[in-house]
């Protein structure tokens, strides 16, 4: 059983821009057929290798375009640090914390932060309605950067929506992923959209993919990958010796503040 969908523009689309996410959930399961792969389902509709794909461990997409330049293009060299301002989202109530020196900060809902692109953070989810006292901690990996007015970057941050249907399917056991993409501005439907809270999941219509489609094959022909969400059942490992490796080595992070109301 799989659950997929596209959701449509996030608020950069008020500087002309729109930032969409598709979502795709699926249960792992394990097969003891074996049979032979044709060798066609790794070419794409053109005839050309599939470099990445959804299933993909993660940081393997985000290691090589550490060695690229804006877009992915390729580049001479490792490109500058960039910390991209993300906020996560989530229904009212839900909670999110970032890592820090091995423990979590203060939960807070909408949290925003600069993520360094080309690394994989590992963050905690908590406050889920229904399900008092469990915590999911998935990862988000920063894939590329957007470029924003000069000035305006942590006014339209990249935008990571986490719904109920995600947080369900995660505590089901199920794998949720989100690939978060920077739409073409010469296919992109002019879509309005209503100022959003930080505990708000609405002014997003999903579009159901099918199960059988890569996710991060779909976002590609759609627009340019920024950030792929994983949401599973994963747990912090009691061993503090495995702590470096889940938290995949702790990568820094700069907190963006709110200004106060």
Not at 8 to 31: R, Y
Not at 113 to 124: I, K, M, N, S, T
Request: net charge negative.
């Amino acid at each position: 059983m799989a659950i997929a969908r596209i959701t449509p523009p996030s608020n950069l689309l008020n500087v002309g821009w729109a930032l969409p996410s598709l979502a795709i959930a699926c249960v792992l399961a394990t097969s003891t057929a074996s049979t032979a792969a044709d060798p066609s389902q790794y070419l794409s509709s053109n005839g050309q290798h599939r470099l990445f794909n959804g299933a993909m461990p993660p940081g393997a997409i985000a290691a090589t375009r550490q060695m690229a330049g804006p877009g992915g293009t390729a580049a001479m060299g490792v490109q500058a640090p960039y910390y991209q301002p993300v906020q996560i989202r989530g229904p009212q109530g839900v909670r999110f914390a970032l890592p820090q020196t091995g423990s979590f900060q203060d939960p807070e809902p909408g949290l925003m932060a600069g993520l360094l692109v080309g690394q994989v953070y590992r963050f905690q989810i908590s406050g889920i309605r229904g399900a008092e006292g469990a915590e999911l901690f998935p990862t988000l990996e920063m894939v590329d950067r957007t470029y924003p007015p000069p000035g305006l970057a942590t006014r339209y941050p990249i935008i990571v929506t986490i719904d109920e249907e995600d947080l369900q399917a995660a505590l089901d056991g199920q794998l949720v992923t989100r690939v978060i993409y920077l739409e073409d501005p010469q296919t992109a439907v002019p879509l309005a959209q209503e100022p959003t809270t930080d505990s708000d999941t609405g002014g997003e219509t999903p579009i159901d993919v099918s199960q059988f489609q890569d996710p991060l094959q779909v976002a590609d022909r759609l627009g340019r990958v920024v950030a792929i969400l994983r949401i599973g059942s994963l747990a912090p490992p009691r061993s503090h010796e495995l702590a470096p490796q889940f938290f995949f080595g702790y990568p820094t992070w700069a907190p963006i503040f709110k200004p106060e109301s």
